[in-house]
């Protein structure tokens, strides 16, 4: 009797460390798979073809972004962007000043920035954009723009929204408190964010931040890497017979 | 008392705890590699894990949440593993580690869930689900004491 119990909870056992062996292997099998899924995704360069990104300001009348550069540039390099996502910050912090340095100074990229507030958990997205077009009323967007991305886990959480913050982040810039906060509470340019964010839907934008240079949609991934927008915007000028930029590294 | 006296089958509660505690030790291994950026993708989408995971509340003393979720499941699963050793199918001991670890990790994800509640305002799935396994794992644990005070 003690026997067949003895073997029936052996048996019991056994089967026991088979699902618990299956269910490991099977969960190791989809992590691996999902790892592998990513570095191939982040290994393609290849741009998306988007023929309506030529000509953005015919698409969505409204729509207007926030250039730096020369309106002549022969590469037009524009990003959606959304103030309350962090890898919008993270490219911000570390691509803007490289592209800026290398292709906009020189005058080979006319960089413009365009809203695309996700909305959903992203709750603040939208006034931020709107107190950044205040803020560039006063000649200071690009200053404001960093502070915002800069300081997104002092503003972003939080139910309520943050327009007193958003107000101080203009007294910390030196903005004319009376106008910025007449603009910011508002319903200016909430026309223009809009138009930005749907003009970003029919290009086919549904994650920030995304660029496009010249006709092409590019991913995060291939936004956040300087040799492949190196390779990418050398292609461009290539294709318009230009010399292509030198880099020195 | 022998650890060999009472029950001879093969105590159900662990084993269902050390399957959770699989499931749970699979969910953070995946958020700590997207932590890591080896897994997921580098933009903000509709969802709210990466604002989840990108909060200052996903370091903790230093160490990234779902590495802390990582070590407690294992520790966890390991101690539930250890409990289905025939001869240490009785161990009271065990059962009490268990359920202090689980207490632990309750409490934890409370905390966290709370977080992701109240301050940070977004809920992510994966955290959802770590916190549902950690209550699961402690309502079993909680089961497992009175099959051995029982025993005289």
Known sequence: MAQKNRARQGSNLKSFYWVLGVLALAGVGAIAWLVMRTQTQRAAVEPVAVEAARDPQALVAMARGVAIGRDDAPVKMLVFSDFMCPFCGTFAAQMEPLITSEFVEPGTLQYVYYDFPLGGSHRHSFLASRAARCAEEQGKFWEYHNLLLGKQSDWSPGTKPPVGKLLGYGTELGLDRAAFEACVESDKYQDIVSANRMLGEQLGVNATPTAFINAKRISAEVAMDIKALRQLINAELAAAGLPTTTTTE | ?152
């Open chain 2, 1 to 152: 008392m022998s650890d060999n006296d009472g029950d001879t089958r093969p105590p159900t509660n662990r084993m269902i705890i050390a399957v959770l505690a699989l499931f749970g030790l699979l969910i953070a291994a995946y958020m700590t590699l997207y932590k890591f950026g080896l897994i997921g993708t580098l933009a903000c989408g509709a969802g709210s894990c990466e604002q989840v995971q990108s909060s200052r509340w996903a370091v903790f003393w230093g160490i990234p949440v779902s590495l802390i979720g990582l070590v407690g499941y294992a520790v966890i699963m390991g101690v539930a593993l250890l409990g289905l050793q025939p001869r240490r199918f009785n161990n009271r001991r065990l059962s009490n580690a268990l359920f202090v670890l689980a207490t632990a990790g309750f409490v934890y994800s409370l905390y966290l869930s709370y977080l992701e509640q109240f301050v940070i305002n977004a809920w992510c799935r994966y955290c959802i689900a770590s916190a549902v396994i950690a209550t699961l794992i402690w309502i079993f644990s909680l089961a497992e004491l009175p099959r051995l005070r029982r025993a005289p």
